[in-house]
């Protein structure tokens, strides 16, 4: 049984930056896919980005691109997210997410069976 605790939200300024961690217990094989989503209010949940953990093959969304990379940590066996030149649009709940992987990481937020709590990034203009 995996578990997973997020850690690193809160409030910057746009422009500013911060480090998302997810601390993942648990056994995690390299076909494992760790992502992080987020859900804006009255939204539905969005693949930010996503690695595998064997080939670290990563993904990112559109819009973070150039501004977020996602990488792991195997020693301290967590996936964390650097966010720069954060954007008032980047505010939402940042949840991570796991789930065992067919060669790639998808994308669609059901397929994830495991889930932390969410931690809130709240970015002022």
């Known amino acids: 049984q995996l578990q997973l605790v997020e850690s690193g939200g809160g409030s910057v300024q746009a422009g500013g930056s911060l480090r998302l961690s997810c601390a993942v217990s648990?056994?995690?094989?390299?076909?494992?896919?760790i992502a992080w989503f987020r859900q804006h209010p009255g939204k539905e949940r969005e693949a930010v980005a996503n690695?595998?953990?064997?080939?670290?093959?990563?993904y990112y969304v559109e819009s973070v691109k150039g501004r977020f990379t996602i990488s792991q940590d195997n020693a301290k066996d967590t996936v964390d997210m650097q966010m720069n030149s954060l954007r008032p649009e980047d505010t939402a709940i940042y949840y991570c997410?796991?789930?065992?992987?067919?060669?790639?990481?998808?994308?669609?937020?059901?397929?994830?069976?495991?889930w932390g709590q969410g931690t809130q990034v709240t970015v002022s203009s």
């Open positions: 690695i595998l953990r064997g080939s670290g093959n990563t």
């Open positions: 997410a796991a789930a065992r992987s067919g060669g790639y990481c998808p994308i669609r937020d059901s397929v994830y069976p495991y």
């Open positions: 648990g056994y995690t094989a390299n076909t494992h896919c």
